[in-house]
């Protein structure tokens, strides 16, 4: 039967497949639009599959909020390209707002996608079709506080609460949500800069420490100093260390006279009660996958002698 350019762009707008995979789903079902979107549901699939083997180390990270919560999350791409696609940023914006309600990576992925009786997991399966690179939702976490606040922060965002790297800071307090708020997004930016380890020295692996020190005590008694010197030395290098790397000992980005520590005493002026920084979350994007390289003359070479 002949096919309208009319139906072929119905199809196209419902499913955001291409021209002539539109085309292609109305002949192979006849006109029958139900039975066209399900086809291209399926070439979706199928595609997915066979795409599934790349490496998705690009994408987005992306945040949400509510009243004392948050959550921040991470939607792999192949490239940075797909990132700046509008029906990409849509999907991690919503994928966000299921992790507010549900938090966990395994409980985001089963829930189901807002507006949709599929999982979350299923969606971005589907959307590869439309898409045309394989995706994948890869983490999830959330903070809550009883009192107080949980501020976000997004460095270089793409969009609201959508960028490459994200923080969450959580506060308890009993005084003032608004001003809490706005000091724990402070320091949700000193944490973007710095990156610390821990929140506190106790919560640092003991292993990392005593690794630390060993090396510490081998630098120390080249000096050729006796035990006890080297003992102090190590003591006074292991400080050092933990100023460096725990979040509330380091010297604040935005006041690098003072410790986080220090600027969340002063804050409690304006806050007007004791507070309490409880948990940090940081999401960079792709931290820790193993990126592909590819030799892309060697690629090129290869297509021709097929």
Not at 223 to 242: N, Q, T
Not at 272 to 291: D, H, N, S, V
């Amino acid at each position: 039967m002949s096919i309208s350019a009319a139906q072929v762009k119905e199809l196209r707008d419902l499913t955001g497949a291409g021209m002539m995979d539109c085309k292609a789903a109305l002949n192979e079902t006849n006109g029958n639009m139900e039975e066209a979107v399900d086809w291209l549901r399926k070439k979706g699939i199928s595609k997915a599959d066979k795409k599934a083997g790349r490496t998705a180390a690009e994408g987005l990270i992306g945040v949400d909020s509510g009243v004392r919560e948050a959550a921040v999350v991470e939607v792999n791409s192949e490239t940075d390209f797909v990132a700046r696609n509008a029906a990409f940023q849509e999907i991690v914006a919503h994928v966000a707002k299921v992790a507010l309600a549900y938090g966990t990576t395994e409980a985001v992925a089963a829930a189901n996608y807002p507006g949709s009786d599929k999982s979350v997991t299923d969606t971005i399966k589907d959307a590869v079709g439309t898409i045309g690179e394989n995706l994948g939702f890869r983490r999830s976490a959330k903070l809550t506080v009883p009192h107080g606040a949980v501020a976000t922060y997004v460095h270089n965002a793409v969009a609201d609460g959508l960028g490459k790297l994200g923080v969450l800071v959580a506060i308890e307090t009993t005084g003032n949500e608004r001003a809490a708020n706005a000091f724990a997004r402070q320091v949700a930016m000193h944490v973007a800069a710095t990156n610390p380890l821990a929140l506190t020295a106790e919560q640092i692996d003991p292993a990392a420490v005593e690794r630390e020190k060993a090396i510490f005590a081998d630098q120390a008694r080249q000096s050729g100093k006796p035990e006890a010197i080297i003992e102090k030395m190590v003591d006074g290098r292991l400080r050092k260390f933990y100023e460096e790397v725990v979040l509330l000992k380091q010297a604040f980005v935005l006041n690098p006279d003072i410790t986080v520590e220090q600027a969340l005493k002063d804050a409690e002026k304006e806050i007007g009660a004791p507070a309490k920084i409880t948990a940090y979350l940081r999401f960079a994007l792709g931290e820790g996958i193993e990126k592909e390289t590819t030799d892309f003359a060697a690629e090129v070479a290869a297509a021709v002698k097929k």
